[in-house]
């Protein structure tokens, strides 16, 4: 087994299990107040936040939200009901279906996160703070056997 693990860091990930956490109800009750229920809100996200060059399939959205592909066609008939997104064959592959965001979609998406950008700017060193902490944790516990690796980006 690996090393002991200190008390630091159980700290450090209590506390950013609790900051995660956070984070999370904030953005619920921000799709809340635009009237969106908090999986729409993440449907809307995931369709619009995909990395470039992937397509917004079932199975990719289904993926990125960590639901079942029934669970998600359901989510997206009812979101494709209220006039939010579109679906559409693909262009090479006719039995593939892809999703996109219509307008008022769009408009409802910006202004959710629009105020959870606000939100991190002005709240969200608490969060990367947690996140320094248990990733240093194990490097002050251990001193040089601790070295991290170079990571791009990293000095």
Known sequence: MGEKITPTEYRALAELRHRIRRFLQEGDEAA???NLEPQQYLLLLAVR???EGQ???IR???DRLSLRHHSTV???DRMEARG????MRGREDRRQVLVSLQPRGEKLLEQVVEQRIIELR???RALVDAI???LESRTASTGSRGKRRKTPGSR
């Open 32 to 34: 809340h107040e635009a």
């Open 55 to 57: 397509e917004a399939t």
């Open 122 to 124: 002005s709240h969200g």
């Open 74 to 76: 359901e989510l997206i």
């Open 84 to 87: 939010y997104v579109k679906r």
């Open 132 to 134: 320094s902490a248990l």
């Open 49 to 51: 936040g995909l990395p």
């Open 60 to 62: 990719t959205l289904a």
